[in-house]
Structure formats: C-alpha cells, structure tokens
C-alpha cells in the first residue's frame, strides 16, 4: 500500500471552500517554504514541494476542483483507487469537463456542437472546434516554452481517406432517391392526396450510398484519435489568457477544414516574482538597514537572472525602482515590459547587549536632521494641538 496521500486542503492549509485567492496566496507561502533553491539537497522539503505544486494544480483549475470536491483524489486521478473515474482516462491532458454528466454529454460537448449545419450533406463542412487548457510554470510564461499536450478529436479516418468506404468499394448513387437526396411522399387523407418532398433517409440526403462501409469508421469517414501535440506557447502569455491554435481541432467533414483548438491558459504563481499590468516584474528586495542608510551594490533577481544595482545613501523602506525593459516579452512586439522592486528594510532582532549598546551610542549621535520625516511629522502634530 501506497503512503496515504494528504488532502489538498490540508497540504496548502486551507479549509474547503477556500477562495481562488485563497488558494492562490496559500500556494506562494507553501512554495516560498519549500523551494528547492532554499532548500538544495534536501529531499524532505523537494517532496513537500511537489506536493504543494500538485495540490495547486488541482485546485487552481476550477474543473478539477470542483471533481476533487466531488469525488476526492478519483476524481482528478483515474489511477487512483483503480476503476473510479477511470472513464476518463483517455482523455488526460484535459481539463474542462466540469459540470459535465455522463460520457455522453462530454462526447456531444466536444464533437457536437460548433459546426454550422450545412443544408447540403455533401458541402463540406468545418471540423469542430475543442477546448483545452494548460498550466505553465511562471518562467516557462514569461520565456515561452514548448508544451506537449493530449487532444482527443474526430480526425480522417486513415483506412478509407475519409470517404466511409471500405478498400475496393466506392459510393453508388442511391437506388431510392436516384442521387436526388430528396424522395417525394404521398399521403392519402379524407381531404385528398398530399404530396411532400423530404431527405432520402437511405442516404441521408447524399444521394449516394456506401455499398461496403469502412469497418474502421463504420462508414463515417471520421474516427476518434487521442494524439499527443507539441505546442509552442509563445513568451509573455499570462493567467487567464486563451490561445486559439488554428487547425488543431477536429478534421473536417466532406473536404472541410480543421476546427481550431482553443487553449486556457493558467500560470502559476512564483515564490519571488509576481506579474504585474501583465508584462511588468514586481519583486521585494530584503536589505539591512546599514545599506538603506549608506547605499548599496545589491543583486537583484530578475528573470534573466541577477543584476548588479547601486542602491543610493539614504534610500527609504518601501522606495520602488525600476529596471527598465527586465519585464516579459509583450506579445508579438520586439519590447518588454519593466522590472520593479520595492525595498524593504529587514530591522535587525535578537541583538546582543554589546550590539544594542552600540546601537543606542549611533542612535544617540544623531539629530534632527538626520530624521527629516520624522521631525517634520513631530513638528506638524506640535502645530495641531498647540491652544
Ligand atoms: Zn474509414
Ligand atoms: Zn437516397
């Protein structure tokens, strides 16, 4: 027996029903604890992290949570537990099948609608678009990055080219509707004979037939095919972006083109860097309050990497600066948005008495006009309540 496997709740600390922000916040924590580079060589805390990144991509996704919800670990896992939502196994790499019943309606979902019926059979016919979602890691958005993914379509069947005929047999004009599509029906009634036109059941109003279907297809020029793709997602994509991926969705019917595949996209949450007006980088630098008060060379982290910055004599905590063009790609434009940070000054705690002494003779040194701010506020509350 397998190790028992931890709620996903519980492992980002979380109580059912927690909020998308919730989970989201939860998830930076966890993270920020466990990642591997603070932790290197240590294996414990790489479990914990996969952990964490597991429970994350399951509740970030709202399908999935919601199957979780539902079903616990079957629900999101068809391995687990053996049988129990094993149905869907085929179709992994998917998410979107929330609120979805039976097989069935998953099928009609994906292969049903979307194409326009053509009033004529034989016109050709667009395939049906699908849709389908991925979760990339921060870096691999900002970067771009290729990503392999299942899709289960409708594509040619390969042993009749799509034609729903078996090898060495071919189409003949239907013996019922003589290619017409149409058949002509007379019904006799009280009130005299009427005559009415409507599409040839033998054929399905084609006009033709098929003497020997395709035992693959069963005639119908289309089989189900789960394949696996490799996409390339382009640099700068964001949380919440959709990519329509033209001609990935099922084949078309009759000669008609491919339908598109239309991708969710979902970003997980960095330890460091966080996105912000979508293609800006905004991080928080720790730094001591001897290097706000004499200036610094720091290293920043970008997501190119560090980068060397003088941080100036009397920089206040909560001072944002810029680096300009260190953001993420925008789109298709050759620039890039800006990197921020915002300096925050870590108040030194746990001071021996020789530390603290030395402190208070600096303290003690000081004026007035080396705390302008504070002077200044001092200054302003003696100004309200003098009377
Ligand atoms: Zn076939
Ligand atoms: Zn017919």
Not at 15 to 23: L, M, N
Request: hydrophobic share 30%; proline share 5%.
């Amino acid at each position: 027996m397998a190790e028992e496997k931890r709620d996903y709740y519980e492992v980002l600390g979380l109580q059912k029903g927690a909020s998308e922000d919730d989970i989201k916040k939860a998830f930076r924590k966890q993270a920020r604890l466990y990642h591997p580079d603070l932790h290197p060589d240590d294996k414990d805390a790489e479990a914990k992290f996969k952990e964490v990144n597991e429970a994350y991509e399951v509740l970030s996704d709202p399908a999935k949570k919601q199957k979780y919800d539902q079903f616990g670990f079957a629900g999101v896992d068809p391995n687990y537990g053996g049988g129990a939502g094993g149905g869907f196994g085929g179709f992994g790499g998917f998410s979107g099948f929330g609120g979805f019943g039976g097989v069935d309606d998953i099928l009609n979902s994906f292969f049903g609608g979307g194409a326009s019926r053509s009033s004529n059979p034989n016109a050709p016919r667009r395939g049906e678009d699908l849709e389908s979602s991925i979760t990339l890691d921060f870096m691999e958005a900002c970067k771009g990055c290729q990503k392999e993914i299942k899709i289960t379509r409708m594509e040619r069947c390969p042993d009749c080219n799509g034609t729903g005929a078996a090898a060495g047999s071919s189409k003949k004009t239907c013996p019922d509707c003589h290619g017409s599509g149409r058949v002509r029906i007379t019904q006799n009634t009280p009130f005299g004979a009427f005559a009415q036109t409507s599409a040839c059941s033998k054929c399905g109003g084609t006009g033709t037939v098929i003497e020997n279907p395709c035992p693959t297809c069963s005639g119908r020029g289309r089989i189900r095919k789960t394949i696996t793709k490799t996409l390339n997602i382009p640099a700068g994509v964001y949380d919440g972006a959709q990519l329509q991926i033209r001609g990935e969705g099922s084949h078309g019917l009759n000669g008609g083109q491919s339908g598109d595949l239309f991708l969710g996209v979902r970003v997980k949450p960095d330890p460091i860097f966080e996105r912000r007006n979508t293609y800006d980088i905004w991080t928080e630098l720790p730094i001591t309050y001897a290097q706000a008060a004499l200036g610094d060379k720091v290293s920043v982290p970008t997501i190119d990497g560090k980068v060397s910055f003088e941080i100036p004599e009397g920089t206040q905590a909560g001072t944002e600066f810029r680096l300009r063009g260190k953001g993420v790609k925008r789109g298709n434009r050759d620039e890039r948005g800006d990197h921020y940070f915002q300096v925050v000054i870590e108040v030194p705690k746990g001071l021996n008495k020789n530390q603290k002494e030395l402190l208070q003779k600096f303290e003690d040194s000081l004026t007035d006009k080396n705390y302008k701010k504070r002077s200044g506020f001092f200054d302003k509350i003696k100004e309200k309540f003098k009377q």
